[in-house]
């Protein structure tokens, strides 16, 4: 059933490469796309998380140490205390 006002009004109807062809045209080819993809398993979930886990403790405990070891460094030559 076809809407009054694309009858009365041919300009309302979609015309080829209007916003919502397009919106529907990315859809599919991005749909398409992820069919493509090759998702990642449980077990290389997992790992990839322990790795980045470890990686924030790494870098935490690094700049930590940081901030104790140059904090002294900072308030007795640039602050002056």
């Known amino acids: 059933m076809a809407d009054a006002r694309s009858e009365s009004h041919p300009s309302v109807r979609a015309q080829p490469g209007q916003p919502e062809e397009r919106h529907g045209h990315f859809i599919s080819e991005a749909w398409a796309e992820l069919k493509k993809v090759e998702w990642p398993g449980q077990a290389q979930v997992i790992q990839g998380t322990v790795v980045v886990l470890i990686a924030c403790v790494v ?3 690094y700049l930590y140490l940081n901030d104790l070891i140059w ?4 308030s007795k030559v640039f602050l002056g205390q």
């Open 59 to 61: 870098v935490g405990t």
């Open 71 to 74: 904090k002294p460094v900072v």
